[in-house]
């Protein structure tokens, strides 16, 4: 069975702080993203990376850095955490497939709170 | 660019069927997903349509039209735990990057 996990379900952060969101991902997908979900705005890309050690950013990635050093873990920095960024965070992996395209399959999601 | 319209809520009674449709334009067309998401939950895939026609799959179908960057997905004998939000996503041009559209909220009454 496919599977993406997130290291952590719920967090509560403090302002400024460093956080780590760490994703692992055991399909051997090359394609890894990250994603925030917020009422009224879906799903938005923050990040993504297509093979180790490199990155593309999506549509927001200000105030967010990546890792990926090994090919099934991704993970995600917020460097100095600020209450805007109080989300649900999704991790998900892909791979090209001749029958279903590049489907994308998701973590179970991260809620961050920052106070 | 790429742009997606989906309807934001519908709402329909268990046993019944319910059609959800989604308009694109795209530049370059590499297929269409369709996926659910349960509140408070990861979205999960439901399909995937890359030539013209109907796609059937159990309770749920989904359709496309290139030709008028057209797609429905079609849930027949609803169920309550078809309450959900169902997102239409093209992939871009590239391999890596999906463009989500807003979700459609479906609410499945008793």
């Known amino acids: 069975d496919v599977k993406v996990t997130q290291s952590s379900r719920y967090l509560v952060k403090r302002t400024g702080e460093k956080v780590f969101l760490e994703c692992v991902q055991d399909m051997d997908h090359e394609n890894m993203f990250w994603y925030r979900q917020d009422p009224g705005l879906g799903l938005r890309l923050i990040y993504f990376?297509?093979?180790?050690?490199?990155?593309e950013k999506g549509d927001i990635p200000e105030g967010y850095s990546v890792s990926r050093e090994k090919k099934e873990r991704f993970s995600l920095i917020l460097e100095s955490a600020s209450t805007n960024q109080t989300s649900m965070y999704l991790c998900?992996?892909?791979?090209?497939?001749?029958?279903?395209?590049?489907?994308?399959?998701f973590g179970e999601g991260s809620w961050l709170t920052v106070v | 660019g790429q742009n997606i319209d989906q309807p934001t809520e519908m709402t329909a009674t268990e046993g019944a069927i319910v059609q959800i449709n989604c308009t694109y334009q795209?530049?370059?067309?590499?297929?269409l997903f369709w996926y659910q998401q349960h509140a408070g939950e990861a979205p999960t895939f439901l399909s995937y349509?890359?030539?013209?026609g109907l796609e059937e799959k159990g309770r749920f179908s989904s359709f496309l039209s290139r030709s008028k960057g057209y797609s429905y997905l079609l849930l027949k004998e609803l169920q309550m735990k078809d309450s959900a939000s169902y997102l239409c996503?093209?992939?871009?041009?590239?391999?890596?990057?999906?463009?989500f559209g807003s979700g459609t909220r479906l609410l499945v009454r008793p």
């Open positions: 990376s297509y093979d180790v050690k490199m990155k």
């Open positions: 998900a992996s892909s791979s090209p497939d001749g029958a279903s395209g590049n489907t994308i399959y």
């Open positions: 996503v093209l992939p871009m041009d590239s391999s890596y990057k999906l463009i």
């Open positions: 795209t530049s370059g067309f590499n297929g």
């Open positions: 349509n890359v030539l013209d």
